[in-house]
């Protein structure tokens, strides 16, 4: 077994290695910041790297590749030159090109790269593997390359990525646990903790922080990198008049969800699938947790009449779930369920009898990683008498729109007709020049009355008219 990845002591001559050599940085210029693996890397082996910390004061960022040749062969850190690229990509037995900002992931900042048997380095990105270099010497021993350049400050090796609920924990650590909103501003004060059962399907933690010992309920965890879903069950029921909101919290894509492309492949994130979904359940889980016939596995919830998967949400104009979008689940008095996704208007679920009580329960199944429960509304009044004064707002805002509109149009129609009416009838059109000054601003009988029984005079600028000539538009 190989043993965790670390940076090598021999490094460029800014870099700064702390955390047991799993943490590199970069403490001066924008340069100067070449790392090694301190051990050779296997094929297909990969290298986890995390960005840690960025600048936006450079341009360029990390480099990535492989070297064949030893670091000690450096034996001192002013042995190393400026830039990996091109200073020593242009030697023999170095391979490494620039990585692109938007690589990195913007929840989890996390990503690797191998080499394969064919000699060509695959990066991960937020849309899948591509292919990043080509043409590696795969037959002698290979050390991880970095070069942390330009904006890129500080990166860590990650030694066992299989511990995805531990780094999401980590990574959530900075979270604002208390019951916020940033969608549904309007009911947060009507907002009471809402947590999720003890009792979960094996892919399924809650969120630890620092400062408390007990794990905290209302955010679970789901490890996607398990060939399993994941199942959590709401601890109270949504009976009628009531609502759960919901926030995610984190999104990491998994294995099977990427698609390998290279670097020549057009790819959007339309192609990474963000896959959640809701349930319903009569049972009441407290009681079928008490006898141990809770179902936590999506096969034997399938095979249960008595539960219900509903269909993946609706997102209207958008194509995946993003990081921190929020959902609310309501159940009217119709025996409708609706959701609103950030405080969109409801919209229907699923038609059920009013009559029983349904305990909710989310599925997890693909990139969706962190979810917090925010809170449970037992009384929807007032969320839907504001959602009533939005739609007033929303309608009375469109007719004033179009009314400004139509205005604007009745406006531009007259303005239009004006420009083109002679200036003296106003009855036909302008068709006749003035010279010499060149002004077209009469109709031909108003500019033939002028010249031989008026003025003479432009009614434009004044000048004397000596002859006119009527146009022609083609």
Request: with cysteine.
């Amino acid at each position: 077994m190989n043993t965790p990845l670390q940076f090598h002591p021999v490094h460029g001559e800014h870099i700064k290695l702390s955390r047991n050599n799993t943490v590199a940085k970069r403490v001066d210029s924008f340069c100067k910041g070449i790392c090694f693996s301190n051990r050779t890397i296997q094929i297909r082996e990969k290298v986890y790297v995390r960005l840690l910390s960025k600048s936006i004061q450079w341009t360029g960022f990390l480099r990535l590749g492989v070297t064949t040749c030893d670091p000690n062969t450096h034996r001192t850190s002013t042995a190393l030159p400026r830039h990996a690229c091109p200073d020593l990509t242009c030697r023999p037995g170095y391979w490494a090109k620039c990585v692109p900002e938007n690589c990195f992931d913007g929840t989890n900042k996390l990503t690797y790269f191998y080499v394969d048997d064919n000699g060509e380095l695959f990066l991960n990105t937020p849309t899948g593997e591509i292919s990043l270099l080509t043409g590696i010497f795969v037959q002698e021993p290979l050390w991880a390359l970095l070069d942390i350049y330009g904006n890129c400050i500080s990166i860590e090796l990650v030694d066992d990525y299989q511990k995805r609920s531990g780094s999401i924990n980590d990574q959530l650590r900075n979270i604002n646990i208390t019951t916020t909103t940033s969608f549904f501003k309007d009911i947060c004060n009507d907002l009471s903790p809402l947590t999720f059962l003890s009792v979960h399907s094996s892919s399924i933690s809650f969120f630890l922080s620092s400062s408390n010992v007990l794990p905290n309920q209302s955010i679970v965890i789901y490890d996607n990198t398990k060939a399993c879903d994941g199942v959590v069950f709401f601890s109270e029921p949504l009976i009628i008049n009531s609502g759960l909101l919901i926030q995610i919290l984190s999104i990491i894509p998994s294995n099977e969800s990427r698609l390998r492309t290279t670097t020549t492949t057009t790819t959007t994130s339309n192609l990474l699938p963000s896959h959640i979904q809701f349930g319903l359940t009569n049972c009441n889980t407290q009681n079928l947790l008490r006898t141990n016939d809770l179902p936590l596995d999506i096969e034997n919830i399938n095979d249960r009449s008595e539960f219900w998967i509903l269909q993946d949400f609706k997102l209207g104009n958008k194509t995946t779930i993003d990081r921190n979008d929020e959902f609310l689940f309501t159940f009217n008095q119709d025996g409708i369920i609706e959701y609103s996704h950030n405080n969109s208007k409801l919209k229907d679920f699923i038609h059920v009898d009013s009559n029983l009580i349904y305990y909710p329960f989310l599925i997890f199944k693909g990139d969706i990683v962190a979810i917090r429960s925010i809170g449970y509304i037992k009384n929807l009044d007032r969320y839907r008498s504001l959602q009533e004064i939005n739609n007033k707002n929303d309608t009375t805002k469109s007719n004033q729109e179009l009314t400004s509109i139509n205005n604007n149009n009745i406006k531009n129609e007259c303005d239009a007709k004006l420009s083109q009416d002679c200036t003296i009838c106003f009855d036909h059109v302008r068709d006749t020049v003035l010279i010499p000054c060149g002004h077209i601003c009469l109709c031909y009988l108003c500019a033939k009355e002028l010249i031989e029984h008026g003025t003479k005079q432009c009614p434009i600028c004044r000048s004397s008219i000596k002859l006119i000539n009527k146009i022609y538009l083609a």
